[in-house]
């Protein structure tokens, strides 16, 4: 079992930054791939980052363009994403996720096994 902890979402303005926080408990947290996903009412839940076990590897979804950077620290079992020049249209429900059966970026959100509940994002305009 994994258990996973979301924070760091709030109201920002647009042309902001936040940073998103992940804290992992249960199983070892440097042995898998992790990830961020968002989901905006009426819209399936979409991929936005992931980054490999030793965190060398990362990999972004087509809308993130260079704004949002994903970060572990394995010694802390802390999951980032670094978020900036945020846009209205980032607005969701932002989540980590823990891919255990694979160690290298992952972007297919079916093979993620374990979430956490969730942080809310609002960028006003």
């Known amino acids: 079992q994994v258990q996973l902890v979301e924070s760091g979402g709030g109201l920002v303005q647009t042309g902001g930054s936040l940073r998103l926080s992940c804290a992992a408990s249960?199983?070892?947290?440097?042995?898998?791939?992790m990830g961020w996903f968002r989901h905006t009412p009426g819209k399936e839940r979409e991929f936005v980052a992931t980054i490999s076990r030793s965190g060398l590897s990362t990999s972004y979804a087509d809308f993130v363009q260079g704004r949002f950077t994903i970060s572990r620290d394995n010694a802390k079992n802390l999951l980032y994403l670094q978020m900036n020049s945020l846009k209205p249209q980032d607005t969701a429900v932002y989540y980590c996720?823990?891919?255990?059966?694979?160690?290298?970026?992952?972007?297919?959100?079916?093979?993620?096994?374990?979430w956490g509940q969730g942080t809310q994002v609002t960028v006003s305009s």
């Open positions: 996720a823990v891919d255990t059966d694979n160690t290298n970026v992952v972007v297919t959100i079916g093979d993620y096994d374990y």
């Open positions: 249960g199983r070892t947290f440097n042995s898998y791939t």
